[in-house]
């Protein structure tokens, strides 16, 4: 069975200090995850209010794949806010670390399991499925964690949910960790991952190959403090990594995600960093010399995956580390031909404006960087030129076309 990918943008995603969508802006992303495919939505938290449970009213009434959930405290009037949403699941969360049962809730371990108990029947009477969400689990005893998922199980839950809270876990603790409490239990595990160590994606990954059912991600993984597992790295990752290590596909459109992910980046108001893995304005931007030269040679010599699974395609630009093979392709596209001589001169000129501007010469820039520059020196090559030609050829007067350099010689 294929992983489930439980996208939590509009509950997690919304929490990133900062962000709050519109209610069309909502209804417009969960509208375009079910359109490319995502099965599950964390939808919201209904104890935030009546404009709350409004807006996802309106989500659950428009989707007619996609499940949805909602995130409570185990707290019976958080449950109760459910009633009338429509809603399929419910994420009941309280702590199972020492420092959040003590320090934030003031209960012990006793009060945590009655406390499951008791609201994993009051929701599943209100005809939910129940997830319990184990908040601060990277930070719990493991022994502790099965006595939970054991009374999640015997109160009837379907779902038992990780959450590396704090973002703490590397990949070879998760997968050991998950893997103990899916051979543990016989509920299905979800991991929700947190990046404050940059590792939401690999952790994610590791939970997979461990046996999770199910995982949180975030669109540009938007969430608390550094976010969550993006969603579009977590679903890229799946589909190009070889090896065999992910269980089948998760029935996502790969080339759908640059667009879900401008739609998010607008609704959030949050720009996408250009060096951004998958969805980047420049993630298929080259310049190096050695990397260019093995692109022209052959794609996948520096091509991990083919871009145009996401509708894009390999760009070259011109920066100080240019070779002069692709400064004379470049400058050939643009009806300019540089011998080696005048290739070496432009990569100095080219790293000058570079490092002074901060990016990459426009295809018009290098035009005028050329005029500007080289002016003189393709005068005096053309006449250097000519001046050969004719002691070579001295009764012959040969019509061959230097236009390209001609023009350039005189400004046009």
Known sequence: MAVIINDTTLRDG????????????????????????????????????????????????????????????????????????????????????PQQMQHKLGIGRAEVLSRIQHHVRVALDEGLKVCVGMEDASRADPAFLYQVAEQAELAGASRVRFADTLGILDPFTTEETISGLVDYTGLQVEMHAHNDLGLATANTLAAITAGAHSVNTTVNGLGERAGNAPLEEVVMAMEVIRQGRYRGKVGISVSTLPEICDQVAAAAGRSICQQKCIVGQNVFTHESGIHVDGLLKHPENYQGFDPALLGRQHALVLGKHSGKQAIKNLCLAQGIYLDDSQCEHFRTILALWVEANKHS????????????????????????????????????????NHAGLANIAEGE
């Open 14 to 97: 919304e929490q990133t200090a900062g962000v709050a969508f519109t209610p069309e802006e909502k209804l417009a992303i969960a509208a375009k995850l079910e359109a490319v495919g995502v099965p599950e939505l964390e939808i919201g938290i209904p104890a935030m209010g009546a404009r709350e449970r409004e807006v996802m009213g309106a989500i659950t009434a428009s989707l007619t794949t996609t499940q949805t959930m909602a995130w409570c405290r185990m707290v019976a009037d958080d449950i109760y806010a459910c009633r009338g949403l429509g809603l399929d699941w419910v994420d009941l969360s309280i702590p199972v670390s």
């Open 361 to 400: 010469p426009s295809p018009e820039q290098v035009v005028e960087l050329v005029k500007h520059h080289l002016k003189e020196n393709l005068k005096k090559q053309e006449q250097e030129s000519r001046s050969e030609r004719l002691k070579v050829l001295p009764q012959c007067h040969h019509p061959r």
